[in-house]
């Protein structure tokens, strides 16, 4: 499966986005799906995740009450709807799939990447 994420941009503190991923290949419908973050120096950390149905989601701590994530299997497509965005938010983003249903914290789970898209939020 191929994913390819988008929506990413230059943002002011307090504004929004919202990430999409779009899945190709075959259908993320079984599949956990998560959004993870890297910031220039840092290590890659997660910062959202939702199970096979779009039922159970998880957020670290950094992001909860700010970001949302959702699915629509009929699309082949997950989002992550950003909100009050601060200046530590800025990043690389990165959708990743799992071939199990379930959603994981860890990045070592994932199974499947996109490239990336830029997130930047300035002061």
């Known amino acids: 499966v191929q994913l390819q994420a988008c929506g990413g941009g230059l943002v002011q503190a307090g504004g929004s986005l919202r990430l999409s991923c779009v899945a190709s290949?075959?259908?993320?419908?079984?599949?956990?799906m998560g959004w993870f973050r890297q910031a220039p120096g840092k290590e890659r950390e997660f910062a959202a995740g939702i199970g096979w149905s779009g039922s159970r989601t998880a957020y670290a701590e950094s992001v909860k009450g700010r970001f949302i994530i959702s699915r629509d299997n009929r699309k082949n497509t997950v989002y992550l709807q950003m909100n009050s965005l601060m200046p530590e938010d800025t990043a690389v983003y990165y959708c990743?799939?799992?071939?199990?249903?379930?959603?994981?914290?860890?990045?070592?789970?994932?199974?499947?990447w996109g490239q990336g898209t830029q997130v930047t939020v300035s002061s």
């Open positions: 990743a799939g799992k071939d199990t249903p379930r959603t994981e914290r860890a990045v070592r789970e994932y199974d499947y």
């Open positions: 290949g075959r259908s993320i419908g079984g599949y956990g």
